[in-house]
């Protein structure tokens, strides 16, 4: 039994009249001591996937599972006390801006009825260990986005919980706040075994940490797997989308110019030889490198290029099957991918 | 000036200060809670109830848009069963904490309503029911605007109990009244309403630095 098994899930919002399907018919079971992504485009309704884990958000049609336990069929009594196993952070950190770093990290212990005193103890062991034990006494608004992301996330470890959600924990930081957050998650996961949901809109969040991925598009679930199936050899619209990384700043693929490009994928293994030139002294015609790129994917270096292939079709396909021979993932890219 | 005048003064001062103080600290009694109804039931509220709103988004309006002075006397023989009498400064509480209590829910509904949404929601998610975010979160975030409506809530009772002195109130508002309109005593009206500017000022400023000292969103 996975920890969280999500089953069929569907939530409709009614509007004045009208109703919006956010959720559509989603089922997913994320692994205990997991670091699980969730991907998909600002709509595609991430949020409330992740809001129903804890039940902020009453799913209309499905069923959500923590250790077996179905959430649909506790008291308001027994949910709340569930959630103060799951922690949760969030893209605006959330803090109580009126009490200071500590007070906010002992409100989740207060609310569990714990002691102030050893809720005080609890709260300096876990400032310590997002390195904020020089802060105690600030408030969060002497924090940076940064700090307040470390407070958050000592705030919502205080009840060992079992499962950390994370809502787009990291988008409002800039790149290096963000992956020191996202080291501080990884060892948090390792340490604690904590299983961890991270809900993205980036690419780069998803293969830095996570080691499986669900990909959501317009409420629906496209595609999930492991972290680097899917970044080797993304088979939904949606996954390729977010893989040419529109979001990061990259120039998308149809701009750059060239009649039929593919995108290949280098693994460890693959990546000191020369591959590429191997293969151009081979054929003998030259391809276009459109846009190369490593990335760290579960500590291993992944390699991906694009390259713009000459008009030649039997050409195409002997670089295609050479490329394919030389162990690397290929896969065609479209005119809107 | 004669002695009895400044006697007359002093004891001026106290009332003023009883009712306004009495009127505040009862109008809050029934005004705080009556507020936090308001924002619970509310559209965007913890637990919203659309007909208990628009009961108590009625009563609210109607005693609010009633003028003072026509309050203070339509309560008359209401005043008289609560208080015993209805003159003097005990009795103008009465109608003062009526008037104040629906003005004192709308200021305390709109302190609590820019409490913000994200910090109910990470309160829900480690587990507090409503009453431990209504105590432990909209209270404590809102704190200084709760202060700064306090403040001004203060303020307007300050003046809504000098009007009250045309009614036999009691208070400066009394004194100004009797020696000045009836009286045509100038000097003893010039000076009550120098002595309300100043417990006017007074207020303004201690309220004011009280709250801007309670909160932490500054650096
Ligand atoms: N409380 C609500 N009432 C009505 N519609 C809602 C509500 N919450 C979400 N929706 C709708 O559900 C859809 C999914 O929203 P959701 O917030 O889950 O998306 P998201 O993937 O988290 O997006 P973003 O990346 O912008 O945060 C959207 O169309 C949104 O408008
Ligand atoms: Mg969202």
Not at chain 1, 99 to 118: M, R
Not at chain 1, 236 to 258: C, H, N, Q, R, W
Not at chain 2, 46 to 58: A, Q, T
Not at chain 2, 144 to 168: E, P
């Amino acid at each position: 039994m996975s920890e969280i098994e999500i089953i069929n899930l569907t939530k409709r919002f009614e509007i004045e009249g009208h109703s919006v399907v956010a959720l559509d018919g989603v089922s997913l079971s994320i692994e205990k001591g997991d670091i699980f992504g969730i991907i998909g485009m600002s709509g595609a309704g991430k949020s409330t996937l992740v809001r129903s884990i804890n039940y902020l958000e009453k799913p209309t049609e499905g069923r959500v599972l923590i250790d077996g336990v179905e959430m649909g069929g506790l008291t308001e009594a027994e949910l709340r006390k569930k959630r103060s196993k799951i922690g949760m952070i969030f893209q605006n950190f959330n803090l109580l801006e009126q009490k200071n770093v500590t007070d906010n990290v002992c409100f989740p212990l207060e609310i569990a009825g714990i002691k102030k005193k050893e809720a005080r103890k609890r709260a300096k062991e876990l400032l310590g260990l997002v390195k904020l034990g020089d802060k105690e006494k600030a408030y969060p608004a002497q924090l940076s986005g940064g700090q307040k992301q470390r407070v958050a996330i000592a705030r919502a470890l205080a009840t060992d919980p079992q499962i950390l959600l994370c809502d787009e924990a990291t988008s409002a930081l800039d790149p290096q706040t963000s992956a020191s957050i996202l080291e501080l998650i990884r060892e948090i996961n390792r340490k604690l075994g904590i299983t961890v949901v991270i809900i993205t809109h980036q690419m780069s969040v998803v293969t830095d940490v996570c080691r499986n991925v669900a990909i959501i598009d317009s409420g629906r679930l496209v595609e999930t797997g492991p972290v680097e199936a899917i970044f080797a050899n993304p088979g939904s619209d949606a996954a390729k989308e977010l893989l040419a990384g529109k979001k990061e700043g990259y120039i998308p693929v149809k701009t750059l110019d060239a009649g039929r490009r593919i995108r290949i994928v280098f693994r460890e293994n693959s990546a000191y030889e020369p591959v590429i030139a191997n293969m151009i002294l081979k054929a003998g015609v030259p391809v276009n490198i459109l846009k190369a790129d490593t990335r760290n994917i579960g500590g291993k270096a992944v390699g991906e290029m694009l390259l713009g292939l000459p008009e030649d079709e039997a050409k195409q396909e002997e670089i295609i099957s050479g490329l394919k021979e030389a162990g690397l993932t290929v896969t065609e890219v479209s005119e809107n991918g | 000036m004669d002695e009895k005048v400044v006697e007359m003064i002093i004891k001026g001062i106290g009332e003023t200060l009883y009712m306004t103080l009495g009127s505040v600290i009862a109008g809050y009694v029934v005004g705080l809670p009556l507020g936090i109804l308001l924002y619970v039931s509310g559209k965007k509220g913890l637990k919203p109830n659309f007909v208990l709103y628009r009961i108590l988004d009625f009563i609210c309006n109607i005693i609010r848009s009633i003028p003072f002075l026509i309050l203070l006397i339509l309560l008359i023989p209401f005043t008289r069963a609560v208080v015993g009498q209805s003159y003097g400064s005990t009795a103008t509480i009465v109608p003062l904490v009526i008037c104040a209590a629906p003005y004192i829910a709308r200021v305390v509904e709109s302190s609590l309503s820019e409490v913000d949404q994200g910090v109910i929601e990470a309160a829900r998610s480690m587990g507090a029911g409503n009453f431990r975010i209504i105590t432990g979160v909209l209270l404590v975030e809102a704190r200084t605007s709760l202060m700064t409506g306090f403040t001004i809530t203060t303020g307007i009772l300050l003046g809504y109990s000098a009007m009250s002195g045309t009614v036999g109130g009691g208070g400066l508002g009394d004194i100004a009244v009797r020696y000045g309109y009836y009286r045509w005593q100038t000097d003893i009206m010039l000076i009550t309403v120098v002595l309300l500017i100043l417990i006017f000022q007074i207020i303004q400023t201690v309220g004011m630095k009280v709250s801007a000292h309670f909160d932490h969103r500054k650096r």
